[in-house]
């Protein structure tokens, strides 16, 4: 299995509170993703990584920022969480080779539920 | 926006049925993935594939480039095989932000 956690598993919080999730991997890939997985939608890219402090927004980056100081680590921070992002959360790692002619494989973490009241 | 389709959504069958999972895509890419996801479980990748079939014991996956169209095929289902399968791909000329995902197949394998 890659080596990829995912902390906390699950969180309950309140609404406007700051929240943070941690995804930390040892295989020293390039390429760090969150995602989000809610009933009814595929998997959503929030925001990902293809470098130490190289980020970009997905497709629902809004109430979302990353960082990535290191390889290793690529944190989701939720400035003031809404109820709307009550979800769980997925980090995803690749490397990835060359555009249009390969692409590497995905591994995943188990995922952070989040609960925001 | 370049959407992932795929059928049925959900599908019950007994056990050691054939099973066939299918994935349609819009334009062209550069890989497919196919995925599975436990319930309450993390998401682990079976297959990868740009082109022909790839076979992993009883999993079969193949893609059809100019039908945009891939099938996961489940020889002798066991209900240990019930789970969501997702299908996603990456599309050609993207950068690396990564995958467009279908919604998934829920199968239940009953024994």
Same mark, same amino acid.
């Given at each position: 299995?890659?080596?990829?956690?995912?902390?906390?598993?699950?969180?309950v919080?309140?609404?406007?509170?700051p929240?943070?999730? /941690?995804?930390?991997?040892?295989?020293?890939?390039?390429?760090?993703y969150w995602? /989000?997985?809610d009933? =009814?939608? =595929?998997?959503r890219?929030?925001?990902?990584s293809?470098?130490?402090?190289?980020?970009?927004?997905?497709?629902?980056s809004?109430g979302?920022?990353?960082?990535?100081?290191?390889?290793e680590?690529f944190?989701?921070?939720?400035?003031?969480?809404?109820?709307?992002?009550?979800?769980?959360?997925?980090?995803?790692?690749?490397?990835?080779?060359?555009?249009?002619?390969?692409?590497?494989?995905?591994?995943f973490?188990?995922?952070? /539920?989040?609960?925001?009241? | 926006?370049?959407?992932?389709?795929?059928? %049925?959504?959900? !599908?019950?069958?007994?056990?050691?049925?054939?099973?066939?999972?299918?994935?349609?895509?819009s334009v062209?890419?550069?890989?497919l993935?196919?995925?599975?996801?436990?319930p309450?479980?993390?998401?682990?990748? !079976?297959?990868?594939?740009?082109?022909?079939?790839?076979?992993?014991?009883?999993?079969?996956?193949?893609?059809?480039?100019?039908e945009?169209?891939?099938?996961?095929?489940?020889?002798?289902s066991? %209900?240990?095989?019930s789970?969501?399968y997702?299908?996603?791909?990456?599309?050609?000329g993207?950068?690396?932000?990564?995958?467009?995902?279908?919604?998934?197949?829920? !199968?239940?394998?009953? %024994?």
């Amino acid at each position: 299995d890659a080596g990829i956690t995912q902390s906390p598993r699950h969180k309950v919080t309140e609404t406007g509170t700051p929240v943070t999730l /941690r995804c930390h991997q040892t295989e020293n890939h390039r390429y760090m993703y969150w995602y /989000r997985q809610d009933p =009814g939608h =595929g998997l959503r890219l929030i925001h990902y990584s293809y470098g130490v402090k190289d980020t970009d927004k997905g497709e629902v980056s809004d109430g979302y920022s990353v960082s990535r100081s290191k390889t290793e680590d690529f944190l989701l921070t939720l400035e003031s969480a809404t109820s709307s992002q009550t979800s769980v959360y997925f980090c995803a790692i690749s490397e990835y080779l060359l555009a249009g002619l390969n692409t590497g494989e995905l591994f995943f973490g188990e995922g952070s /539920r989040l609960t925001v009241l | 926006k370049n959407e992932v389709e795929q059928s %049925p959504q959900n !599908l019950t069958a007994q056990e050691g049925e054939f099973i066939t999972i299918n994935c349609s895509y819009s334009v062209g890419i550069s890989a497919l993935h196919w995925l599975q996801q436990h319930p309450g479980g993390g998401i682990v990748s !079976l297959f990868m594939l740009s082109s022909g079939k790839k076979k992993h014991g009883r999993l079969i996956a193949t893609i059809n480039i100019q039908e945009k169209h891939s099938s996961l095929h489940i020889t002798a289902s066991h %209900p240990r095989d019930s789970a969501v399968y997702i299908c996603a791909v990456k599309y050609s000329g993207g950068g690396a932000d990564g995958l467009t995902f279908g919604k998934g197949t829920h !199968l239940i394998i009953q %024994p």
